[in-house]
């Protein structure tokens, strides 16, 4: 059955609630990664070298604040994770020099992986205070997810 | 992003147990559909033509979370509407002289407000005489969880 525009928003809205839900403890976390990695639905932490030094602690998905719309360009729903009301999640380095390759969702504790994107190109940071202000960082619904 | 599949495979729990649609507190109808139309995600309730008829009225399913499971084969996650007892079955009454051509069913809210679902017959089917039914196929809808990026 071809479900209506209503049913995909509304499975759109509740899986990014599902997702804001998960950040009490051990809570959802966005963590940047050091090497190359092909994004896979049967990732897990062994295949990801994520970047723990200083300065690059896991990014808390908070509470609120998220955007939840559709993309003009092709249709597809999204569900778009920010720090707050508008602001992009921030990343910044404190010490050396590094090649960030993508990011990863993980649970922190049991550093589960639960989803991972390619950055289109890598980004090295070289000195202090370098930020990484990535402009989407969420899950794109195309119309043809449910037949 | 591209999820892991313990992730994208929580989308069929979520849309099986989703209360403002799919696994609304208030059951949920089936409705023939008797005017021909083209399956769409924009189709309304408005755009298309449901069976007042009696014995052809839309029949309500099962309150709250539905069916939900994996294709062994595809891999898709299945969410299932789940059929009342008796099933999703029309019969026309004593009387009835149609014609009447179902196209296909919907899937409606509890009060008739909202439409959730379409699908069309591959041949629609004409009604003529009392005492012919029809019965629905499974209700399914098939999630393809690769396709979330």
Do not use: C
Request: avoid cysteine.
């Amino acid at each position: 059955m071809l479900p209506t525009l209503a049913v995909l928003k509304s499975l759109r809205d509740e899986f990014g609630a599902y997702i804001v839900s998960q950040t009490t403890a051990p809570g959802w976390s966005l963590i940047l990664l050091l090497a190359p990695f092909t994004p896979s639905p049967d990732l897990v932490i062994g295949d990801v070298t994520p970047d723990f030094d200083v300065g690059n602690f896991p990014v808390a998905i908070p509470d609120s604040g998220h955007y939840y719309g559709r993309d003009p360009a092709n249709g597809d729903l999204v569900a778009l994770f920010y720090a707050g009301a508008g602001v992009q999640l921030l990343f910044s380095t404190s010490n050396t020099a590094r090649t960030w390759y993508g990011w990863a969702v993980i649970e922190v504790g049991t550093s589960v992986v639960l989803a991972s994107e390619l950055l289109p190109t890598p980004l090295s940071v070289v000195s202090d205070e370098d930020e990484v202000r990535n402009p989407e960082i969420g899950f794109h619904f195309p119309m043809n997810l449910i037949r | 992003m591209k999820p892991v599949r313990s992730l994208s495979n929580r989308l069929s729990t979520i849309l099986a147990g989703d209360t403002a649609t799919i696994g609304a507190a208030a059951a949920n109808k089936l409705g023939l559909i008797v005017a021909p139309f083209v399956p769409g995600v924009d189709l309304l309730l408005a755009d298309i033509t449901l069976s007042a008829a009696t014995g052809l009225v839309p029949i309500a399913g099962v309150a709250g979370a539905q069916f939900e499971s994996v294709d062994p084969v595809s891999g898709e996650l299945i969410v299932e509407v789940k059929p009342p007892a008796g099933g999703f079955r029309w019969e026309t009454p004593v009387g009835f002289t149609g014609p009447v051509t179902v196209y296909g069913f919907a899937l409606i809210d509890n009060g008739a407000a909202n439409l959730w679902g379409t699908q069309a017959l591959q041949d629609p089917i004409v009604l003529t005489a009392e005492n012919e039914s029809i019965i629905a196929p499974a209700i399914q809808f098939r999630i393809d969880p690769t396709k979330v990026k």
